[in-house]
């Protein structure tokens, strides 16, 4: 396979081989397919919408009306950003595997995650309410991380600003200090991977000076890719593409807490942690920073290989 492979198949989509196509299986497929659309989905935006009616209706009134008892406040915000995490898990039917100790309130402590869609915060959060490292989003996704999780302590950036990036640090080491503040959680990998490998750990979470937590995710591909294609697909039409699946199944573990070794490095210490969560998910890492699938080759790179690729190709018509 070319080399330039080993980095892109870490952002395909895996579509599933056909098994429908013949004159036995066929017909029930298509049963399938009716019972899916037409009972399945209408009954899980039904369960969706309940939710979201109980959650708002409860919401407003705590955050609005406790001001003064901030403790209380934050305990039942916390509560009911799980519950509305639990409706969204139950609006796919998921049927997710806990494995190890739930995690607890503690200072000086971040749990560190592998990546596949913006759901694993949501089947990580309907558990514990962990204050999350994030990229902003537009639209409905940007007004509830502006408003609803900003308040268990969520921290939003934007990758393509320098300064967004030091704000960010900064407020990581004061959250990490609060005996009171959510757990801290951090997808390090910075991006959404096809659960079947995990690419570089950015370092910043395990240059804090605080016991790093991993947690292991592994999406059962039986009934549905958990992959979300963020270039392909918005995450409105990847939550509507989970609701109309069978279930989505995962296995999701907390592992031993780690600490930094004497005269090992933040870069070194992220490398352990990566392979505990690759070997227990059963992960291939590869040597390739998540950020690079963002970047853009500058105008000027891009004209001198198509000038020498133009070039070897005039050549070897000459030669003919």
């Not at 939710?51 to 509560?79: A, C, D, Q």
């Not at 992959?227 to 409105?236: G, I």
């Not at 004209?303 to 070897?316: T, Y």
Request: aromatic residues 14%; charged residues 20%; glycine residues 4%.
């Amino acid at each position: 396979m070319p080399e330039q492979d080993t980095f892109t198949r870490c952002f395909k989509s895996n579509s599933p081989e056909p098994w429908n196509w013949n004159i036995y299986l066929f017909p029930l497929w298509c049963c399938g397919v009716v019972f899916r659309y037409l009972i399945l989905f209408p009954g899980r935006v039904l369960i969706l919408t309940i939710g979201w009616i109980i959650f708002l209706s409860l919401y407003f009134p705590v955050h609005f009306l406790l001001k003064g008892h901030e403790k209380l406040r934050k305990n039942l915000e916390r509560s009911l950003v799980e519950l509305i995490c639990s409706f969204f898990v139950a609006s796919w039917t998921g049927v997710i595997k806990y494995h190890g100790p739930q995690p607890s309130v503690r200072p000086k402590q971040v749990f560190v995650a592998n990546h596949t869609s913006m759901i694993d915060f949501i089947i990580l959060e309907q558990m514990t309410a962990f204050a999350v490292i994030m990229q902003k989003h537009p639209g409905w996704v940007g007004l509830l991380q502006s408003t609803i999780l900003e308040s268990v302590g969520c921290i939003w950036f934007n990758r393509s600003e320098a300064k967004d990036r030091e704000i960010v640090a900064r407020k990581l080491r004061e959250h990490v200090q609060g005996a009171d503040n959510n757990p801290l959680l951090i997808f390090p990998e910075g991006t959404c991977v096809n659960n079947q490998y995990t690419v570089m750990f950015k370092k910043g979470a395990f240059e804090l000076g605080c016991v790093v937590c991993p947690i292991a995710i592994k999406y059962n591909k039986i009934f549905v890719d958990a992959f979300w294609n963020s270039r392909k697909q918005s995450f409105t039409m990847h939550l509507l593409q989970l609701m109309s699946s069978w279930a989505v199944v995962c296995d999701v573990w907390y592992m031993e807490p780690q600490t930094l070794r004497p005269g090992e490095t933040p870069i070194e210490f992220a490398e352990r942690v990566r392979d505990m969560i690759s070997v227990r998910a059963g992960l291939k890492k590869v040597p390739w920073d998540g950020y690079l699938k963002y970047a853009r080759p500058s105008p000027k790179h891009t004209e001198l290989k198509q000038q020498s690729f133009a070039e070897s190709i005039l050549q070897r018509l000459k030669e003919e």
